[in-house]
């Protein structure tokens, strides 16, 4: 003899509250996301008039390098010997071919080093180089 249950159990899932839980979770990663963006080194860029600058189209494909007075030099957020840039630098720029290397350099930095610095850029295949500068008026 065969007995028949009187309710059937539900394997449905629940999907009236999906779209709350959502919004609620996007919410909460809006919220708790920060955007944090590397200032470098405190560097006293040279000025230049406006008329001379010309601006970066995008920053898409774009590595920022900071050499202080001290000659300091920070890449992305990390701090390198001028021996260990080419090294670097190769390695980023086999990973992005389009690669622009955006050099902020202070003010008061012996030309030796930014000529050794140059070269470092060069020997590692990174040539497209914009130099930083402030505007005056």
Known sequence: MKFSRKTKVKTEIPTSSMPDIIFMLLIFFMVTTVMKEFDGLPVLLPSAHKDAIKKL???RHVTHVWVDRLGTI?????????????T??????AADPQLIVSMKMDKGLKMETVNSLHQEMRKADALKINYSTKTIG
Do not use: E
């Open 57 to 59: 189209d995008t920053k």
């Open 88 to 93: 670097v630098m190769w390695g980023i720029r």
């Open 74 to 86: 920070c890449i992305n957020d990390k701090t390198y010997k001028i021996d260990d840039v080419r």
